[in-house]
């Protein structure tokens, strides 16, 4: 994490799970946070399978969709995360609808920057 | 007049077979009920009688004309999306199984293809573990509605048609001048007066859906359409749990909704987008569009009737149209005896995508080969015996007294719905021709003797 | 299905931000219930967005004592009811009266969520505006984000947007953008506005002593100004991003001078290093809970108001952003006008006269910063317009000439532009602009929403609460 000016009090931990992996993030992270913290720029596919990930920030755009124990079509950037929250990525490109999936893990991470 | 499905299939029609075509729309093409449903092209819901002849004509003459339209359209048109993706039509109630299947027993008998389901499961997994009786109607099918409407229209102008949209139709022109008052002069219909100036024709076609009458009436006669509000929920794109046209089957018995006048009956189905679409509401409440709160739940508690797992489906969108319907529930195809030179294509209700194509092919042997024409064109005259309107709700096809056969209007209540007696839940009292409407009591309809009230 | 009870309330107000905190208070102060709906977990809106307070350190509160000391007011009213977490998910029009409003209280995108119903006396819609970012090629790849973006994860999160990072569009907020950003530790290597010294001139510059009392009371403008020059951002003029380059996420950008008009001046390219661009043309209003309650709107998409914030319905009301892009002390006046009316009560001379002199700047800023209609022409066949449903503008433009429809309606079924889980709010004007020069027949449709947020199935069926057999 870049340093931070201000020096936000410290925060618990919060521990979730993404794509069945343990990550940590702060109390009062949202999932974008968390994920944009840990260097993930994109999490999700579009119709036609470009990769997306966070866009607006601001819960309008509904690109930075993640599954949240199980529930599809939730905003990350939106969300706090919760101890134990289990998220997983969620894909819209329509081929893998075909296969009744919906659910992978993305390749193409971007870059480290944070 | 109208650029919906229906003034498109018959603009391409006759435009192809060497007519010179005008289509007018006061708004956008495809702009009307055409761009208000889920594009159903549904056997399932017709009983036995002059609508089902319709639809199968449609159905065929729709894998005709999408091979002709492949040559018609230019590369990169939309797809249409052409599903024939078959209907599975469920009760969930022991009466509603009852009720199904007593109604499939008549249509099978006229040849409707029906196939009681031992397991709907097989065919739809995530279907409600309650259901009572399952019937698979392998007929019916989807096409994307405003993709086909514009398909049609763009063929149409490859034969040369010319469609004008933002034109409003503000009077007749009528060949003597000015109409007289009362019965019995002959007057005839010579074109359009518009927004957009004077439109001279042979033929003048209303095609305007639910607002026929107001187009009627600008041209002096009345026509008995009304709206009949619908509102469709859609939900985000998510992998496909729903195969087939799903339906509940509770519209066959007709069992009245709380409110006096919502009625919904469930339609569940997917699409090409990966979205899944709930349908359907009917209401009759003019034309206000505003969408309620109280409808789109009453929508979404009958479809989890059918499939609970959509609990979680993200609903993203609530739109809604109104179905231009007609007391007999049967379309008004045909010239208009009142005025030579009017001709109506209309009252499809929540059919039209299903009912077009065949429509088109009608009115195309009325105008131009009226020795050709088809007798079932009989059933949708204009000034057929089920549409007989008098007293005191004012002017309707055929002016006559109170005693008429097929619906007569009995009481003060105007607006050329209410039928009978003073209860008028709207529903059609049975008339000397049997078949096609629906029997019943003041407050309760009996089980559907002809169409019944489809989920379309 | 239980029937749902519907709560009367006299005065109800969406929205948690500047405006509506302001409108709660006034309210409340004119003797009224008041009810505040927010969607978020706290109040502030976008403008004193924060840190979470599971990490909030002690000087925050410092930075906007005003927002300390409304958010304490309200939370403190027992006459005043704040609902956090509270999502308007649609409301039932009605003649010549409020509407009925439904909410569904808990998680953003939750389920069986706790639903409400209400019936309120007045209601103050202050439901703010979202920003609007101009499609150029490549802007769909990771690490490109609006600059409102940049600024909500630099504000709520410390979270940085990128390493090397560039600020470009249009509009004073780009100023805010670059301070937030560089406060994270990141390098802005630019800011890029779009208006030439001309078109801002020309906002800025004219009569520029009627500025003056908006200026006075904002050092803030000129605290950016500062940061920029503290920090050695260059802020260009008449220049935009005109496309971004990456294959999983964006490495560069092309900026391009621009003509008055906004097209790429040929030759004038340059390319840039980045891993994240942050881009912003302006705003717009959030006016669907306004279309549906069927308030007009005006020209620009705001919600029409008089002179006591009313919209053309009897009864509903509305203040800040969704009445017409304009900054915080634009919404705070307007907010207490419209609170003060909601409850009866003739506005405070001193809301009214802020209110004139703040949307006097606010159109001076509009005018400077207005989109131009070049822009499309940096926007090639291939570029995606609707990237929901990743329309590019190339489909659009063929689908739109292959049918021949002028109608939005259909245009959005052909196409599929607007109909994705965003329903149009980030492309909806850009989709119109490039579909109809012509002009389109139901112009506007693309703003339309009688869901206001997506909602799940199984709330919707509980949430009326109808038993409908």
């Known amino acids: 994490m870049m340093p931070d000016p201000i020096a936000p009090a410290t925060a618990r931990t919060v521990r979730i799970e993404v794509a069945g992996e343990p990550v940590d993030g702060l109390a009062g992270q949202t999932i974008a946070g968390i994920l944009l913290a840990g260097g993930r720029l994109s999490w999700r596919r579009s119709r036609t399978g470009r990769p997306r990930g966070v866009f607006c920030g601001i819960g309008v755009c509904f690109e930075c969709l993640v599954v949240v124990n199980g529930l599809r079509d939730v905003r990350a950037c939106q969300r706090r995360a919760v101890d134990g929250d289990r998220v997983e990525y969620q894909q819209d490109d329509v081929a893998e609808h075909a296969n009744g999936q919906g659910l992978s893990i993305p390749d193409g991470q971007g870059g480290d920057h944070g | 007049m109208g650029a919906g499905i229906v003034g498109a299939a018959i603009a391409r029609v006759l435009a192809r077979a060497g007519c010179d075509v005008v289509v007018v729309d006061r708004g956008g093409t495809a702009g009307g009920t055409s761009a208000s449903g889920e594009g159903n092209i549904l056997v399932s819901d017709k009983g036995p009688g002059a609508e089902l002849q319709l639809t199968w004509r449609t159905l065929a003459a729709w894998d005709r004309v999408r091979e002709e339209l492949r040559d018609e359209l230019p590369a990169g048109f939309p797809d249409l ?293 088809d007798p079932l064109t009989d059933a949708f005259r204009p000034d057929r015996p089920g549409l007989v309107q008098g007293g005191p709700a004012g002017p309707g096809l055929v002016q006559g007294g109170p005693a008429g056969s097929g619906l007569v209007q009995g009481g003060p209540a105007g607006s050329g719905l209410v039928q009978g007696g003073p209860a008028g839940s709207g529903l059609v009292q049975e008339g000397p021709d049997g078949p096609g409407l629906i029997q019943g009591g003041p407050d309760r309809p009996g089980p559907v003797q002809g169409r019944r009230e489809g989920a379309a | 299905m239980a029937e749902r009870s519907v709560e009367q309330v006299p005065v109800l107000v969406v929205g948690g931000g500047p405006a509506g905190m302001a409108a709660a208070r006034a309210a409340r102060r004119g003797g009224a219930r008041v009810v505040l709906v927010e969607a978020g977990d706290d109040l502030g809106g976008q403008y004193w967005r924060r840190l979470p307070a599971e990490r909030q350190p002690a000087g925050e509160d410092l930075k906007h004592p005003r927002f300390r000391r409304m958010r304490d007011d309200l939370l403190r009213d027992a006459g005043c009811e704040v609902v956090l977490g509270g999502h308007v998910w649609s409301v039932d029009r009605r003649d010549g009266a409020p509407p009925l409003v439904h909410v569904l209280v808990g998680v953003p995108d939750g389920n069986a969520r706790q639903p409400r119903a209400f019936e309120p006396a007045a209601l103050v819609l202050a439901t703010g505006a979202h920003e609007r970012t101009l499609p150029f090629p490549g802007w769909d790849l990771p690490g490109v984000f609006t600059a409102g973006a940049a600024q909500a994860l630099a504000k709520g999160e410390r979270v940085a947007v990128g390493r090397r990072v560039l600020v470009a569009g249009s509009g004073p907020f780009l100023l805010p953008v670059a301070s937030s950003v560089v406060r994270t530790g990141a390098r802005v290597v630019g800011v890029v506005e779009a208006a030439g010294r001309a078109q801002l001139a020309r906002g800025w510059g004219s009569r520029p002593w009627r500025l003056l009392p908006a200026l006075a009371k904002g050092g803030e403008l000129a605290g950016y100004v500062r940061d920029l020059a503290a920090y050695r951002i260059p802020y260009r003029t008449g220049a935009a991003v005109v496309a971004a380059h990456g294959t999983d996420r964006v490495e560069a950008v092309t900026v391009a001078r621009l003509t008055p008009g906004w097209a ?206």
């Open chain 2, 81 to 373: 999306e052409f599903d024939h993706k078959g209907g599975l039509v469920v009760a969930t109630t022991p009466q509603g199984a009852e009720d199904l299947l007593a109604f499939v027993r008549t249509q099978r008998a006229v040849g409707v293809r029906a196939e009681n389901v031992d397991d709907a499961h097989e065919l739809e997994p995530d279907l409600t573990p309650g259901l009572t009786a399952a019937v698979f109607y392998p007929e019916d099918a989807q096409v994307q509605p405003v993709v086909a409407t514009e398909a049609l229209l763009a063929a149409a102008r490859r034969y040369g048609a010319r469609v004008r949209q933002q034109v409003e139709v503000t009077g007749p022109l009528l060949a003597g001048g000015q109409p007289a008052q009362g019965a019995g002069e002959q007057r005839r219909l010579i074109g359009v007066r518009t927004t957009a100036g004077d439109l001279f024709a042979d033929a003048v076609v209303v095609a305007a859906g639910p607002w026929s009458a107001e187009v009627a009436g600008r041209l002096g006669v009345a026509l008995p359409v009304r709206p009949r509000r619908g509102t469709v929920l859609v939900t985000s794109r998510m992998p496909v749990r729903v195969r087939h046209k799903v339906y509940d089957a509770d519209y066959v018995g007709a069992v009245g909704s709380g409110s006096a006048d919502l009625q919904v009956s469930s339609v569940v189905e997917s699409t090409a987008a990966g979205t899944v679409l709930i349908g359907s509401s009917r209401e009759r409440r003019g034309f206000d569009d505003r969408i309620e709160a109280r409808v789109l739940a009453a929508l979404a508690s009958k479809a989890l009737l059918l499939f609970p797992f959509l609990a979680d489906a993200q609903v993203i969108r609530a739109y809604g149209g109104f179905r231009p319907y007609v007391p007999d529930h049967l379309p008004i195809i045909g010239a208009d005896p009142r005025l030579p030179g009017l001709w109506h294509a209309t009252g499809h209700e929540g059919a039209g995508i299903g009912l077009s194509l065949a429509t088109a092919d009608l009115l195309h042997d009325l105008i131009l080969a009226p020795e050709k024409a």
């Open chain 3, 264 to 469: 790429p001046v040929p030759g004038s390219a340059r390319r840039v290093a980045v891993d994240a661009v942050c881009v912003g043309h302006g705003f717009v209003p959030r006016a669907e809970l306004a279309t549906s309650a069927g308030c007009a709107l005006g020209v620009d998409g705001s919600v029409a108001v008089d002179a006591g914030q009313r919209t053309s319905v009897p009864g509903v009301l509305t203040a800040g952003e969704v009445a017409g892009i304009g900054g915080v002390d634009l919404a705070l006046a307007e907010g207490e006008i419209a609170g003060s009316v909601a409850a009866g009560r003739i506005p405070p001379p001193s809301a009214v006269h802020s209110r004139d002199v703040f949307r006097e700047f606010a159109d001076r800023l509009a005018a400077a910063h207005e989109i131009r209609p070049g822009w499309q022409s940096w926007v090639d066949d291939h570029t995606i317009v609707c990237r929901c449903e990743d329309v590019t503008a190339g489909e659009l433009r063929s689908v739109a000439a292959l049918t021949g429809s002028r109608g939005l309606r259909s245009l959005k079924l052909t196409t599929r532009a607007g109909l994705g889980i965003c329903q149009g709010r980030t492309c909806g004007r850009s989709v119109e602009e490039i579909l109809g020069p012509a002009g389109l027949v139901d112009a506007g449709r693309t703003a339309r929403r009688p869901l206001a947020v997506p909602v799940r199935l199984g709330e919707i069926a509980t949430a009326a609460g109808e038993d409908v057999g």
